[in-house]
Each structure stands twice: as C-alpha cells, then as structure tokens.
C-alpha cells in the first residue's frame, strides 16, 4: 500500500512498477523539488512515474522498488540518496539562499560538487554528533552503542551509525 499526499491509497502489484528511470536532474534542482514530496508546496503534481494515472514522488521511489525490484533499484539508490541530500538542503530556505550557498563568484557549482560539499557538511556535523554522543553518556556509551555480528557484541566506531543510535536514544537531531 502507498498513501500519496491526497489521500489517495494504492494498491500496487509488482507488475505495476516499472523499471527505475533514468532521469537525471543534475541541470535543473528545481524540477527535482517539485517532484521529490507530494505531501508540500513545491510539488508540481507531475513524475516520470506514473501508476494507476497517479504521479509518484521521488520520495516514494524506494518504497516501489524494495520489494518488487530491488535488484534493478540498486543503481538508482545512490543517485536517489544524493537527491535526497540536494532537496533537503533546497528545501531549508529559498532557492535564492540555496545558490548563494554553492555559487562561486556569481557562478552555481556544477551538481556533482554541490553533492560533495554537501556530504562534507554532514560529515562534519555527524563527526560532532558523535563526539556529543560520548560525552553525553560518558562511561555507558560502550553499553548504549553496540551492535551483533557472528553472535558477538562489538562498540560502534561508524560515525554515520553512532548519530542513528544517538538520535533513537535520545530523539535529537
């Protein structure tokens, strides 16, 4: 089942779904926003996937191929997950903000660097959630952030999986 952003229930068979598409929007952000979330004001109510007559947003996309093409999704998951990273820093403030950010001398940087920088962003505020995350539960961390592999027990050092557990743990961030 997939609710969509009016109310609209689907029932989708796997015959359904087509292939992931390959779609890139690395020349045009603001198509990628309005496609990403029908659930806000910058959907456009249009997607290069279409079921039953109904467009689905990019933010649905994994939901369909998990299951039905999981196989065939995973070349499209890592261009999704920058997608992903590019609308949610979009969406913070203005378009205007957005490319006074990855603009150099008047000039946006071309996508393939604004991914970067964006991902250096969170690897610099992930690296500070999890110094936090230590300091915060200090001599329980070692019992708090563990994970099993092969039946044993083993403490996080994955910084990326250490902010997960922190944010579970606490519900910030």
Known sequence: LLQLGDGTVLQVD?????????????????????????????????????????????????????????????GTKNKWNDWWVVVECYCQGSPEQFWATFSVKGEHMKYTTIIQKLRDI??????????????????????????????QEYVMTKVSAIVKRYTELTRKV
């Open 14 to 74: 796997a015959s359904e779904i087509p292939d992931p598409p390959a779609i890139s929007f690395v020349h045009d952000i603001p198509c990628l926003n309005g496609m990403w979330d029908d659930h806000t004001e910058h959907w456009k109510g249009l997607s290069v996937i279409v079921i039953c007559g109904n467009p689905i947003a990019a933010k649905y996309w994994p939901l369909l191929y998990r299951y039905s093409k999981e196989h065939q999704w995973q």
């Open 122 to 151: 969170r690897m610099s505020v992930d690296s500070r959630i999890a110094e936090q995350a230590c300091r915060e539960f200090g001599a329980t961390f070692d019992a708090n952030f563990t994970y099993q592999r092969g039946g």
